[in-house]
Structures are given as C-alpha cells and as structure tokens.
C-alpha cells in the first residue's frame, strides 16, 4: 500500500518541495541541525515536542492560528504593531518566527542557547505605550507567557487535525516539555498540562479585544502573498486551515462569519489530504537532520514516545 501511494503520489511531491523551498528558503537562519552528532538539543528524540513539530502542514496552520489569537491581546499586538515592518515585509516575520521554532527544537543545544539570548536581547529594546496608554514590553514575562500558549495551543491542535489524534497525557507532556523554551526568554507560571491551557484561556478572556490594530493585523494577513505558486489559494488554504484549530471564544471574538468558518471546514479536508504528500516531499527537513544527528531515521518519530 506505501509503495502504492508513493507512485502515485510522485507527480505531486516536487511541486510541494517547490513551494515549501520557495516559501522558506534554507540557510537563511544559518541553524545547523547537522552537528555534533549525538547532541539531543533542549528536547531530543524521545521528547513529544520533537513529533508535534515535525510535521510542516500542522506547523504551518498552528502557526497563523497562534497569530489570530495573538491580535486578541492589546499589549502583545502593540509591541508587533509599533516595533515592526509587518505591513511590507509579514512573510520575513513569519520565516524569521519559523526559524526560531525549528531551530530551538531540533538544533543542538549551544545553538539553541545562541537563539534563545539572541531573542532575548532583541525583547530588551521592544517597549512602549498602547493605544490606550498602557506601558508594555516584550520581555514582560505575563506577554512572553501569553504569545507561548497560544503558539503551543496551535501547534498541539493543528497535530491532532492534520496528522493524528494524541493522547491526553500525552499532550500534557507535550506542554510540560516545550514551556522550557518560554521560560528561557523570562515567561512565568507557564501552564503544563491541558487542563492549565485551558484554564489559563479562560483567564485571559476578559482583556482580550477584537480592536482597530487587530483588524488591521489580521486583514494584512489576509492579503500576504507568500512567493509560491498560486499563492492566493495557497494563503487561503492555509488560513482556513489554521482558523478551523481556533477555540470557540475566539471564533466568537474575531468575529468570523459563516462564509469564514465554511471555507476554514474546506480547508482542513483539502491540508489533511496534502500532509502526506508533504511528508514525502521533504524527507530533509530539520526533524529528519537531527534525527540522523542522532543516528536515528526520522520514521522514529512515528512511534510515541516508550512505544518504539
């Protein structure tokens, strides 16, 4: 049945590779995933962070659904807002936002150091005074902490809707495991289970806001056009994609409509038949190279953790 599938699959895997490269050139970051052979990094091959992020099509779509709910938050948009160029140059923000998430998961461990003071020194000189006129700073370890749920909320969420359902202990070893990177960069009281996701949610809800910022924000992400062919459909497969991984009070929130919601259930049958296809069209990407630093094959990552 693979061999069969990979045939016919054949005719579909280069264009994927092609958009993929087109859309996230390599070597830009100037991570290595290669060396030193046996280094695990922060997480390491039997860590659930390195099969949740494994797999591009559920990254990508967690990725826009973590900058949706993102916008909700007055003081962590207006750092975005104020202190950088999203408006001409969002798909820089977003290869440089990938990077880093690849790169802390799968790079070796003094590269991941290098990443997270790297970060950490840029959140130092990002600060200033909302809309409304209160004060905010990238490095506020309540900001850092709201910008990581979202982010592993998205992640966690786009896996189970793109690739497989994943247990509920093991998804709470996922939060448990990939809060290290939040609480490198200065988060605090960073949930570490499901059940602390959502009732950190149910926390914020009151300060969070569909405002003027976020409606801008999110209509220039609605209109980027990545440097792929059929870029449109490309960024609206994908925004529908990630907008179905929202949870109800944010659908509420943003505001989307029926047509919306429609188009994001049409997104999720069209990512869910791609996956595989993407999966064979980079047999290369960052979890494939850090396994082999590992001497591993990267179908290990098939397997849960303790089950191999």
């Known amino acids: 049945m693979a061999s069969l599938f990979n045939r016919l699959s054949r005719p579909l895997t280069s264009p994927v590779r092609r958009w993929v490269l087109e859309a996230f050139p390599r070597g830009q970051s100037g991570i290595s995933y290669d060396l030193p052979a046996g280094d695990p990094g922060w997480f390491g091959p039997q860590s659930m962070t390195w099969r949740i992020h494994a797999e591009l099509p559920s990254m990508l779509a967690g990725g826009l659904c973590a900058l949706m709910l993102q916008a909700l938050h007055p003081r962590a948009l207006a750092g975005v807002y104020d202190h950088s160029n999203f408006r001409a140059d969002l798909v820089g923000r977003l290869r440089r936002t990938t990077a880093f998430v690849a790169g802390t998961t799968y790079a070796a461990s003094a590269e991941v150091d290098a990443l997270v003071a790297k970060v950490r020194r840029i959140h130092t000189q990002v600060r ?46 996922y939060y448990d495991e990939y809060r290290r990177v939040a609480e490198a960069l200065g988060a605090r009281d960073v949930p570490r289970s499901e059940a602390a996701v959502v009732a950190y949610f149910a926390e914020q809800l009151a300060g969070l806001r569909m405002d003027a910022r976020s409606h801008e924000v999110l209509d220039v992400l609605a209109a980027v056009r990545l440097p792929v062919p059929a870029a449109g459909l490309s960024r609206d497969v994908f925004l529908g994609a990630g907008a179905a991984l929202l949870p109800p009070w944010a659908v509420t929130l943003l505001q989307r409509t029926a047509a919306q919601q429609l188009q994001a259930r049409a997104s999720v049958r069209v990512v869910q038949g791609l996956a595989p296809v993407f999966r064979r069209a980079l047999p290369d990407g960052a979890a494939s190279r850090a396994c082999a630093r590992m001497g591993l094959p990267v179908t290990a990552l098939r397997a849960w953790p303790g089950d191999a």
């Open 128 to 173: 200033g005074v909302t809309a409304d006129g209160v004060a905010y700073a990238a490095d506020d370890p309540d900001l850092l902490t709201w910008v990581h749920v979202t982010e592993a909320y998205a992640f966690l969420q786009g896996y189970r809707r793109y690739v497989r359902e994943v247990p509920p202990a093991l998804a709470d070893r």
